[in-house]
């Protein structure tokens, strides 16, 4: 008889390679701007080709692909992989840090949610500037201002960044020129027909009195004001007025901003809205370019003076203040002053024995 063995044979190991790869990993920095997140991506990135922001979002999107349906690719790998569960979340919000259109600016940056990629994006442009001088990438005097001017897909835009005592303080975003396009273009919804305005802030925004659909903005009505949003944008697909002149890439309805009236404050009035952006996502802040628009809609009405600021509330409590500083031929030149807040740093990697590949929405 063989008597038994006094110990166990060695396991024999898996052939695997190591999880975490330095050249697969993909390092981000995260803030929120009054609730909104936004992930910045630092590192990690492929190749965008492109002499401009804009040709870069173009070729991320893809021939054939649009905004909310781009083509499959590398780069957009990574945005599923960031913007996606486990890692993300349904509404996530980041952008990509590219080279700018010149010399003039900083950095150029590519936005992104969990549909696909937008051409401005008011709240990422905000922790975009608070990130310029948290990272040191922009010198900044420990008591006073520094302007941070960014590339984006619409254009350039500029990111003030104030402070005191060594901390940042607040920022304040300089949007392209905002048209009003159309006003009062009758919609109909399954809560029954509003009277909508269209407005070009570097994306294009349907604005809708919310109580004209029967809605409240709080969070218990985000159901409905979702499926409002929803169809209120299908409803607009291919309206002359969500058009843009200069590029395809900007045409079409990105938002859909339902608002109500606050008690005006001394500095003028006040409103809160819900922003349903891409295909139902909910801005959880104000929403920056879509404050733009309905800035110049307010100042249009006549309820938005010199010297007046707006009073922009979310849902979840947090509010931007807004002003239009002049206006010229291209629109009212707007601009939205906010806080952003680093939430961390993070190395994301993908395992490649992981069958949920890059991740999943719910």
Partial sequence: MTPPPTSLPPTPQASHPPTVQAENAVRTTDYHTAGEPFRIVTDGLPPVPGDTVAERCAGVIGAGGSATAPRPGPLDDIRRLLVQEPRGHAGMYGGFVVPPDDDGAHFGVLFWHKDGYSTACGHGTLALGAWAVDSGRVRAPDDGSVEIRIDVPSGR?????HRAHGRTTAVTFRNVPTRVTARK??????????????????????????????????????????????????????????????????????????????????AG???????????????????????????????????????????????????????????????????????????????FVRDPYDTLATGFLL
């Fill in 269 to 347: 009035p006040a409103q809160a809205n819900v922003t349903v952006f891409a295909d139902g996502q909910v801005d959880r802040s104000p929403c920056g370019s879509g404050t733009s628009a309905r800035l110049a809609l307010l100042a249009e009405d006549g309820r938005l003076g010199p010297g007046d600021v707006l009073h922009h509330e979310s849902v979840v409590g947090t509010v931007f203040t807004g002003r239009v500083i002049s206006r010229t031929d291209a629109g009212a030149v707007t601009e939205v002053t906010g806080t952003a807040h680093r939430t961390g740093e993070h190395t």
């Fill in 157 to 161: 835009v500029r990111a003030t960044v």
């Fill in 185 to 266: 273009v009758p919609v109909a919804t399954s809560f029954g027909t509003a009277d909508v305005d269209v407005a070009h802030a570097g994306a294009c925004y349907a604005s809708v009195p919310a109580a004209q659909l029967g809605l409240d903005v709080d969070r218990a009505s985000l159901p409905r004001l979702v499926r409002a949003g929803r169809e209120i944008r299908a409803a607009l697909a291919g309206h002359p007025a969500t058009w843009h002149p200069d590029s395809p890439l900007l045409s079409g309805v990105y938002g859909v901003i339902l608002h109500e009236e606050l008690p005006d404050t001394p």
